[in-house]
């Protein structure tokens, strides 16, 4: 199982943003924050699953601000939607959202690390094929 959290992107750039956490690190996370264990993913309350989208909501805000930086562009988020699945179906969101207007995503990974965990942390950008353009363009890159 993954935790997902997707969030629009607004303003300079459009396009959406995929957090996606391993489950054992999304439980171990949430015992941290709410204080009792995680016995499971499934059917979590609303107090859990509020402090799953803060930690996606803070973690995509980091690195689209990174970005915002880099760039020089203005980039605002929804608020996260969040869900629990396998990964294929997690993923078949943004792809039959975004499969008819661009096949690039900027894959964002790095390992996120709490007390006797290490995850793999993966986002993912999925920008429209014009907010791609000027972001890889503003960044001095080529596509």
Do not use: W
């Not at 915002?68 to 078949?92: E, F, Q, R, V």
């Amino acid at each position: 199982m993954i935790v997902g959290a997707l969030l629009f992107l607004e303003g300079d750039v459009q396009g959406m943003i995929l957090f996606l956490l391993q489950e054992g690190f999304a439980s171990a996370t949430l015992e941290a924050l709410l204080g009792e264990p995680v016995n499971s993913l499934d059917g979590l309350d609303e107090m859990a699953q509020s402090a799953l989208q803060e930690v996606a909501n803070i973690m995509a805000a980091s690195y689209l601000n990174a970005i915002a930086s880099l760039t020089g562009m203005t980039i605002t988020i929804s608020t996260p939607s969040l869900c629990t699945d396998m990964l294929g179906a997690i993923l078949s969101v943004p792809a039959i959202y975004y499969a008819n207007i661009s096949d690039k995503i900027i894959h964002i990974e790095d390992e996120l690390r709490g007390e006797n965990l290490c995850a793999p942390n993966h986002i993912l950008l999925i920008p429209d094929t014009g907010s791609l353009e000027k972001i890889i363009t503003r960044l001095g890159l080529e596509l």
